[in-house]
């Protein structure tokens, strides 16, 4: 059993740490934010994420996770000091590094014994030197012996659980090869494929993952509005593709773009990178302009099917960025909604779990408390966040509600032929006549 500090309890570092915790190692987790750390010694959750709390309380109770503000009392007898903050984009999409820094200068300012620096956050490529060079700098010859290992995390919002304990593989990167391997040894349980690299490239392989995801969902949202055009369908475009070992069928559903704390971050981070080193990232901007033009591509098909959006009342299903989370930031509904407003439509919406975060971010929007009431006098319906509960809705109770008859479906998970056999007017997204 190792002793380890997780900087950051958002969603990496809570996970993070409630994960080493419950694979048997002692976690602390510290957090500046008082409020976060109170709420988490009084069992309650900062964020909302499947199956996290039942293994934050059972860990709790088993004594090998628990919370605090003070650097002096994480650190004391740590093996292993994760960094976990946010690193969040700037306009020009530099990252904003002040977190990073504030957590090594603390880490600096604590070392009274031989650690470990584990980078978990999504930091721009040369952060693990410039980590190094912070302790240094600030204690001089009398620093502790440490080492800074890149360990970037793959944790997706709404599966970040699972995703921990049954990853594709685990990325190190260190100019020390014996402290990556004591890295590597926290996570032999998860019997996964553990490569070792320098610290450049681990960082690299993060940014650059992140970026052919979302190329993927960019190209086939292209896909789709050729397909519009020329009256192929999207959904069978795609699985024709996935069938080919070589393309596969992930992140090949086309809808109304990626949003999150990661992809737009990550892509915009590194495109800002190749442009600070000379370099040229065309197709990394494409992926970008695609991704944006998609929420005005569902905006002008609303405004062509209900001939004009000024005064017309639109229901939204789905605020999030994705099902299962309750996090907006970067949220295509949202964005979509703004436009809408701009506009002049009436916007009303429901969320199972965002809609606090939206309201704050929105305050025009009116919120609703079902799906049901959502429809109630809408001239048109759009599906933005693919939640299970709106999947299998009774949509002879949503035509009653309604005032008009529009329906787009912004995730393809109707049944347009049955909408279509009830009296709607059904719109997919790279479904012929859904332009």
Not at 89 to 100: K, L, P, R, T
Not at 195 to 201: A, C, E, G, S, V
Not at 236 to 265: H, N, Q, T, Y
Not at 288 to 299: K, Y
Request: glycine share 8%; with cysteine; net charge negative.
């Amino acid at each position: 059993m190792a002793k380890l500090c997780v900087i950051g309890t958002g969603y990496v570092g809570l996970v993070t740490g409630t994960c080493f915790a419950d694979l048997g190692h002692r976690v602390t987790c510290l957090d500046i934010d008082e409020n976060r750390i109170n709420m988490l010694k009084n069992g309650l959750m900062p964020i909302y994420e499947p199956g996290l709390k039942q293994i934050v309380d059972q860990n709790v109770e088993a004594g090998r996770l628990d919370f605090t503000t003070s650097y002096p009392e994480a650190l004391k007898g740590s093996e292993f000091a994760f960094i976990a903050v946010g690193t969040p984009s700037s306009e020009d999409g530099e990252a904003d590094m002040q977190y990073v820094k504030s957590a090594a200068t603390s880490i600096a300012k604590n070392l009274d014994h031989p650690t470990i620096i584990v980078n978990k956050s999504t930091v721009p490529v040369g952060t693990g030197d410039w980590v190094a060079e912070i302790i240094h700098d600030l204690n001089g010859q009398v620093t502790p012996k440490f080492s800074v290992v890149s360990n970037p995390e793959f944790l997706r919002e709404g599966s970040a659980v699972n995703d921990f304990m049954k990853p594709d593989r685990v990325v190190l990167g260190s100019t020390d090869l014996q402290a990556a391997n004591k890295v590597a040894e926290l996570y032999e349980a998860l019997r996964t494929e553990i490569m070792i690299t320098d610290l450049r490239t681990a960082e690299m392989i993060k940014y650059a993952s992140n970026a052919f995801l979302a190329t993927r969902i960019s190209f086939i949202n292209e896909m789709a509005n050729i397909c519009e055009t020329l009256g192929a369908d999207v959904r069978e475009v795609a699985r024709g593709m996935g069938l080919d070992r070589r393309i596969g069928p992930a992140f090949l559903d086309a809808g109304l773009g990626w949003g999150g704390s990661c992809f737009p971050k990550d892509v915009k981070a590194l495109a800002h990178m190749a442009v600070t080193h000379d370099t040229h990232p065309q197709l990394l901007q494409a992926v970008m302009d695609i991704n944006l033009n998609q929420r005005r591509h569902a905006v002008n098909k609303l405004d062509k099917a209900l001939g004009g959006l000024q005064g017309r009342t639109i229901g939204v299903l789905g605020l999030s960025f994705k099902p299962n989370t309750d996090d907006t930031r970067h949220s295509p509904s949202l964005d979509i909604i703004k436009m809408l407003l701009a506009e002049g439509a009436v916007v009303q919406a429901y969320d199972p779990q965002a809609m606090k975060a939206s309201k704050a971010v929105v305050p025009a929007l009116e919120l609703c408390q079902n799906p049901y009431e959502v429809a109630q006098d809408a001239d048109a319906l759009l599906l933005a966040t693919e939640w299970n509960e709106f999947k299998f809705l009774d949509f002879d109770q949503i035509k009653t509600n309604m005032r008009g008859k529009v329906i787009l479906d912004g995730r393809n998970i109707w049944d347009g032929e049955e909408l279509q056999r009830k009296g709607f007017l059904y719109f997919g997204m790279g479904i012929p006549g859904s332009k």
